[in-house]
């Protein structure tokens, strides 16, 4: 391995992944070793939820090229890993071509400068101490707790394996020679990984901390699918996560917390209502307006919706904002599956005061500081009145905590408006308000989130339009 010109440190970083169920219950573990002394400087673990083999593995990587970065971001690292898929589409050799897995590829590729980073394939057997980590955070996860380095025993139980693995990637592995204490650099390492996640550090898995949400449509009922610890297989490529909420929002803690509840969630699949006359105008239509009813291709789309709902099969329960649109749109979808709307006022469209039935051009003409305010501030109400994006927030997470009580562990059809489902999405990342600028939901489009016992949640979906096409 050839030396960094900046510092000339070399470190070796084994990753691994796993998924009880592919896709199941899943963690990832990562190492970062001393190519001479085989000593662990750093280890990063994780129970992440339900993903496949390779969504654990390549998190697993990500964890590890991050760790290395936090000791030396100009030190040249090897990456040895016992996924051939990751290797050879790390190393270029293979083209990545399913959707979910080119933003993990990309976001590993990021972290360090392509010149520092090589990556080599070895057998599974001399990647022990990385497969020990990520079932210790499986293990943990599954208890309800999430991975303590300070509880760890794989640095411990593989240091022999680990260190010959190393030393078969050293320079000079004819002098090379075990030094040190396994377990006290692994000390020092995890000492020096909780004071940077103290400072505020955020690298995802350093310290068991959350994880990045690729969102998926795997099933949320192999969470509780267990099956022999360690399970790998071929299988299809998607997971999902969760990140703590905001309490400030009045929204339960999100996240593979303390109390991991790994059952049924209540699934709240998130349909937009369909065309309105001011839809493709793109005016405000909010709740303090003309209440518009559906068009003629609006109608169509909730017929759309309606048969693929049929189709799917899943549905228990509809519920719906008051607003007449929405209700039309779910009346649609009742009337295939003969089931009953629920209405939940707080559900309904945002106030835009003033605002209802101009163009954003129009606002900005007659009212651009107010627009300004908005656009820059979630407490900003529109003109006249209007209702800000944090009260919306306060009053969807009320109406969310209501109907995740009235229907636990069942699918519930929830048609409502661009800035609720927006805003539910967001709440379940524990994404930040402005994040609602950067999300697009098209007329009667599917989104879905799935809510936990323990108040994690999990997007699965965002925007689907295929039933429509």
């Not at 204490?181 to 000492?191: F, K």
């Not at 009346?331 to 163009?359: I, S, Y």
Request: hydrophobic share 45%.
């Amino acid at each position: 391995m050839p030396s960094s010109p900046a510092t000339g440190r070399q470190f070796v970083v084994e990753a691994d992944g796993g998924s009880r169920g592919n896709p199941g219950p899943a963690g990832y573990g990562a190492v970062v070793l001393d190519p001479v002394t085989g000593e662990t400087l750093a280890e990063a673990a994780e129970f992440i939820g339900v993903a496949t083999n390779n969504v654990a593995e390549y998190k697993g990587l990500i964890a590890g090229l991050r760790a290395a970065r936090e000791l030396d971001p100009a030190a040249m690292v090897r990456v040895r890993m016992d996924s051939k898929l990751v290797v050879e589409q790390m190393s270029g050799r293979w083209r990545i071509k399913h959707p979910d897995m080119k933003p993990l590829a990309a976001e590993a590729a990021r972290i360090l400068p392509s010149g520092q980073v090589s990556y080599e394939w070895i057998p599974r057997e001399r990647n022990k101490h990385a497969d020990r980590l990520a079932n210790e955070a499986m293990d943990a996860g599954r208890q309800g707790r999430r991975w303590e380095p300070s509880a760890s025993t794989a640095s411990m139980e593989s240091s022999a394996s680990s260190a010959s693995s190393a030393l078969a990637s050293a320079a000079d592995a004819g002098a090379a020679r075990v030094v040190g204490d396994h377990a006290a650099g692994a000390a020092r390492a995890r000492a020096a990984l909780a004071g940077a996640m103290g400072a505020g550090a955020t690298g995802a898995g350093l310290s068991g901390g959350s994880a990045s949400v690729p969102v998926s449509a795997s099933a949320a009922g192999a969470v509780g699918a267990g099956s022999a610890v360690g399970a790998r297989s071929a299988g299809s490529i998607g997971g999902a996560t969760a990140v703590p909420d905001k309490p400030v929002e009045a929204s339960p803690g999100v996240g593979w917390g303390a109390s991991a509840d790994l059952g049924a969630p209540a699934t709240f699949v998130l349909l937009r209502h369909g065309e309105t006359a001011l839809t493709p105008m793109k005016r405000f239509s909010g709740s303090g307006g003309t209440d518009p009813e559906l068009s003629a291709v609006g109608r169509g789309q909730a017929e759309r919706a309606a048969a693929a709902f049929a189709e799917r099969g899943t549905i228990e329960a509809i519920v719906s904002s008051p607003l007449r649109r929405c209700r039309e749109t779910a009346a649609a979808v009742a009337d295939r599956l003969g089931l009953d709307v629920h209405v939940e006022p707080g559900l309904r469209e945002t106030d835009f005061g003033a605002w209802e039935g101009l163009t954003f051009a129009e606002v900005r003409e007659r009212y651009a500081d107010d627009l300004d305010a908005w656009l820059g501030s979630a407490k900003a109400a529109p003109t006249g009145g209007g209702e800000s994006f944090a009260a919306v927030a306060r009053r969807v997470a009320a109406a969310r905590d209501r109907l995740i009580a009235a229907y636990p562990r069942r699918t519930v059809l929830v048609v409502t408006h661009v800035t609720p489902i927006k805003t539910l999405v967001r709440l379940a990342l524990g994404a930040p308000p402005e994040s609602l600028f950067r999300m697009e939901l098209s007329a009667a489009s599917v989104s879905e989130v799935a809510y936990y016992g323990d108040g994690n949640a999990s997007v699965r979906g965002l925007n689907d339009t295929g039933h429509l096409r």
